[in-house]
T-cell receptor, first 112, second 111 residues
Framework: GQQLNQSPQSMFIQEGEDVSMNCTSSSIFNTWLWYKQDPGEGPVLLIA?????ELTSNGRLTAQFGITRKDSFLNISASIPSDVGIYFCAGQLGGGADGLTFGKGTHLIIQP | DVKVTQSSRYLVKRTGEKVFLECVQD?????MFWYRQDPGLGLRLIYF???????EKGDIPEGYSVSREKKERFSLILESASTNQTSMYLC??????????FGSGTQLSVL
């Protein structure tokens, strides 16, 4: 099946720093989704991207759908303690229920 | 907002027990999914359903079955629980295309 490479696996940052993470694929996708998961909870959708080149913001979060349709990035500006968690990307090719592929997550840790 | 509700947050079962994990969504979504999540392995698809009474195997269906008798409800069944099925189980739903919404998860421990 398709593979999604998400990096970095983990990030240790200071409060107030900006964060950047990305996902790359060997295959194209039609949709990119970014999720955040808090410990012991299910993933919560942050941003959905539907067009190559699309840049979308949600508060301090900004995500982009790569022009090649094989990558996406998520930026978080001015990080705060509640940003701690695991961030997942997901790529979707078609409408089929099996067309969704997940990255393995970026674990964000904010040091005091 | 879409609500996907999993009936239990935590479950502890014994080896060999039959286990039912229930999931209900309130947005008339066609597609429903069951994933398990393990450290270092990410999210792995167990089963999904396109519509009522329809089901398809995902990547790791062995040891599991599912039931979708009503559109809003998708049940995951562990016929005979084993210790290697200790995991976080996540239910999700969506329209035929578009955003996938997750429940809060069920942390299952099999002793």
């Amino acid at each position: 099946g398709q593979q999604l490479n998400q990096s970095p696996q983990s990030m240790f940052i200071q409060e107030g720093e900006d964060v950047s993470m990305n996902c790359t694929s060997s295959s194209i996708f039609n949709t990119w989704l970014w999720y955040k998961q808090d410990p012991g909870e299910g993933p919560v959708l942050l941003i959905a991207l539907y067009k190559a080149g699309e840049l979308t913001s949600n508060g301090r979060l900004t995500a982009q759908f790569g022009i090649t349709r094989k990558d996406s990035f998520l930026n978080i500006s001015a990080s705060i303690p509640s940003d701690v968690g695991i961030y997942f990307c997901a790529g979707q090719l078609g409408g089929g229920a099996d067309g969704l592929t997940f990255g393995k997550g970026t674990h964000l840790i904010i040091q005091p | 907002d879409v609500k996907v509700t999993q009936s239990s947050r935590y479950l502890v079962k014994r080896t060999g027990e039959k286990v039912f994990l229930e999931c209900v969504q309130d947005m008339d979504h066609e597609n429903m999914f069951w994933y398990r999540q393990d450290p270092g392995l990410g999210l792995r698809l167990i089963y999904f359903s396109y519509d009522v009474k329809m089901k398809e195997k995902g990547d790791i269906p062995e040891g599991y079955s599912v039931s979708r008798e009503k559109k809003e409800r998708f049940s995951l069944i562990l016929e005979s629980a084993s210790t290697n099925q200790t995991s976080m189980y996540l239910c999700a739903s969506r329209l035929s295309t578009g955003k996938l919404f997750f429940g809060s998860g069920t942390q299952l421990s099999v002793l």
